[in-house]
Each structure stands twice: as C-alpha cells, then as structure tokens.
C-alpha cells in the first residue's frame, strides 16, 4: 500500500510558475514508477508526466512542450513537477500517482492522490 498526498497547488497568473510535490508514505516508493496527471472539469483525467523508478527516464505529454518538469527525491519519497510558463488551459486538480510500469496510461497506475487545484488567471 502507498498513500499519496499532493500540495502545492493554488492561484496564480498566466506566465507564472508553481512546484508541486507529492509526498508518498511507506518503504516502498523507490519500487514505483511515479506520474503526475490532471483532470479539468468535464473532461477526462489526462497524462502529464511520469518518471522512472531511479528518475533516470522522463516522459511528458506534448502539451508541456518543456515547460513542466518531473522529478523525484527516493529519499525524501517524494515526486516533484516543477510547472512554468503557465496558461490559463493548464488549470485543474493535478494528481500523482504511483505504479509499477513507466507509463503514460491511467490504467497503469495502482494508488492515487486526492488531488491539487491549479488555477491559472489571464
């Protein structure tokens, strides 16, 4: 079992930045492969990123087009995603989440958080 628990979220404008981080509980996380993910009202949760077990690989939806970052700290048991240049599009609950393949699939991944409002003003 791993419990999950985002924070970081909350208002900011258009070009600005936030960090997220995601705070996992037991001995374990090194073992999971981690990823961030978000969900805007009335559409489906969507990928954002994920990153490998050792953070060696990243992988990214086309939308960052590199401005978000993911990372993680296995000592800490934490995964971070470093967002900037923000856009008002980009605002919704974002969600780490923790699972045993790199993947970008929602499907792939076993444990959740309960999610972080972003909001992005014009």
């Known amino acids: 079992q791993v419990q999950l628990v985002e924070s970081g979220g909350g208002l900011v404008q258009a070009g600005g930045s936030l960090r997220l981080s995601c705070a996992a509980s037991g001995r374990t996380f090194s073992s999971y492969a981690m990823g961030w993910f978000r969900q805007a009202p009335g559409k489906e949760r969507e990928f954002v990123a994920t990153i490998r077990r050792t953070g060696g690989n990243t992988s990214y939806a086309g939308f960052v087009k590199g401005r978000f970052t993911i990372s993680r700290d296995n000592a800490k048991n934490t995964v971070y995603l470093q967002m900037n240049s923000l856009k008002p599009e980009d605002t919704a609950v974002y969600y780490c989440?923790?699972?045993?393949?790199?993947?970008?699939?929602?499907?792939?991944?076993?444990?959740w958080g309960q999610g972080t409002q972003v909001t992005v003003s014009s």
């Open positions: 989440a923790a699972g045993p393949s790199y993947s970008s699939a929602v499907r792939s991944y076993d444990y």
